[in-house]
Each structure stands twice: as structure tokens, then as C-alpha cells.
């Protein structure tokens, strides 16, 4: 099967190794170069580096929508004549000129259980929520957002304390565990698609910056959730300080939201007269490290508050 792979983020990089292991992957469509760092230096997408260093071409359009870019990246598509249009983490919304143009559709890799979770944050928004299982859906793409039928699902539990870093790679690998098969029965034919149920969707809508402030009146596992989900970020002596890693703890105290209570173990007052302990974090100028490790270097005062 002849595979066109779009993708441009890390969550793409296992599923196009595999394809490009198994498959004739004629192509790899993904995100412009962007400048980064201080020196604004050009830097490829994780997608990008993987396929050169397999020898793929790669094509880099600003839009597949509109304008000229679009029309040469259609035109190479027709050209191309693939089989099917792998998608994982792109980044562009695909037209219907370009849906319809493989033998078997578009297919899309999408971080979570459909249709719960839509959109662009779903591990994060699974891990602020609670869920207790997050997973894989491989979808074939429609027009409308993440709401095309369902070609295979497969679950894993979200882990107690698991940060969205360690989930993504969880399910980055899942997803390239179930592309081949998928391509297979749909080649087959024996593939039977199941229709998504719009009363059951709820949206992940993309993360904002202000979302990982630590409100300290909140409870603690609200904090901790953040934590995990986001990184959290509060202040500490004036300078920003961000929490990496955190834990429930279980002490008692009717301090103040946001009095350090444990000077040891790095607990802060939360609201409803809970604690949440931080075992990993990094302060502004300075390198992430364990809690342990960077107490040694910076002593908290007792009755400390964060935010100031």
C-alpha cells in the first residue's frame, strides 16, 4: 500500500517509523520550518527529521486550503496517487479535495476515546478531568473536527501521579502499534466503521497559558491534576517557580491557601484544609530538579506563601 504520511509534532514520529519500516511511504507532508531560539534559527519538525533521515520526501505547504502552496500540494498528491493519507498530530485541517482523493480515505491518530475529547489538547484535558483510561482512536477523517467513523479504538489506564509527558509517549506508541493493522483490514476489506455519537462528544480545547496557574484556595487535587496536565507555575520569593512532579499529601494544618506547611518535604496549604506536596520543580533561572535535590540549595521559610 502506498502511504502519504502527514504529520509534524513528536506524537507523529513513532507512527511514521513503523509506516516507513512496513510500508512504501511516497511521502511526508508536514509543518513549515519555524525559527527558534535566541538566534531564531530555522528548526525542522521532529516529523521532518525522522523522514530524511529515511530518505523520505518531504513537503512543507503553509495551508492545504487556499492559495498557490495548496494547489502545488493537490497537484502532488495527484501525482503521487497514494493509496492512503496516514494523519497524526499536523496540524492542518485537510479539504475535501484531499479527503477524498486515496483509494481508502484519510485516517487520522487521535489521542483519546472518541468521540470524547475532540481537538487539539485530549491527553491534557483526559488528565484535569480524572480520567481514569484515556487511549487511541483511528478514525476515517471527515470534514467536521475529529468526527469522522471509528476504525479502532484500544484503552490504557491513565497512571496514578503520570504527567501528560509520559502519557503522550505512551500513546504515540500505542498509536503506531495499531496503524498497520488498521491499513491492513482496510485493504482487506473487512474493516466495519462505527459511527460516532455526537450526544457523547466533549471538545479538548487547545491549552492556554493561564491554565496552569496554581490557585492555592482550590483543593489540592485540582492543583495536583494541573500539575500533571500542564506544569503547573506559581511565585516563589518573586521569582516564577514551575512544579514538574506533585503528590496528595495527607497533612493537616489551618494555615492560610498557600502557606508552606513542611518546609522538609515542600507542602503547601491548599483550600477545603488539603495539601499538596511538590517533588519536582524548577525555579526561574535555574535547572528542573527533585524537590530534594533543590531544598538543599534554597531554604523555605515556615508560613512561607507562594504567589508573592
Partial sequence: ?????????????????????????????????????????????PVKKTALEHGISVFQPTSLRKGEEAETALEVLKRIQPD???????????????????????????????????????????????EAETGITVMQMAEGLDTGD?????????????????????????GAQMILPVLE???????????????????????????????????ALELHRTVCALTGFTKLGGKRLKVIRSLISGQKSDAPCGTVIDTKKFIV????????QFTEVQLEGSRRMPVKEFLKGKKLEPGQLLGE
Fill in 269 to 276: 496549604q491548599c483550600g477545603e484544609q488539603t495539601a499538596i
Fill in 185 to 219: 483490514a482496510l485493504e482487506k476489506g473487512t474493516i466495519v466503521p462505527e459511527k460516532q455519537n455526537d450526544a457523547d462528544s466533549c471538545y479538548a480545547c487547545m491549552i492556554r497559558k493561564e491554565m496552569s496557574a496554581l490557585d492555592f484556595t482550590k483543593p
Fill in 150 to 174: 471509528m476504525l479502532m479504538k484500544q484503552s490504557i489506564p491513565i497512571h496514578e501521579n503520570e504527567i501528560a509527558d509520559e502519557l503522550h509517549d505512551r500513546l504515540a506508541e500505542l
Fill in 1 to 45: 500500500m502506498k502511504i502519504v504520511f502527514m504529520g509534524t509534532a513528536d506524537f507523529a514520529v513513532p507512527c511514521l517509523k513503523k509506516l516507513a519500516a512496513e510500508t512504501e511511504v511516497a511521502a511526508v507532508f508536514t509543518q513549515p520550518d519555524k525559527p527558534n531560539g535566541r538566534k531564531m534559527k530555522l528548526q525542522f519538525s
Fill in 84 to 130: 492512503c493519507i496516514v494523519v497524526a498530530a499536523y496540524g492542518q485541517i485537510l479539504p475535501k479535495e484531499i479527503l477524498t482523493l486515496p483509494k481508502y480515505g484519510c485516517i487520522n491518530i487521535h489521542a483519546s476515546l472518541l468521540p470524547k475529547y475532540r481537538g487539539a489538547a485530549p491527553i491534557q484535558h483526559c488528565i484535569l478531568n480524572g
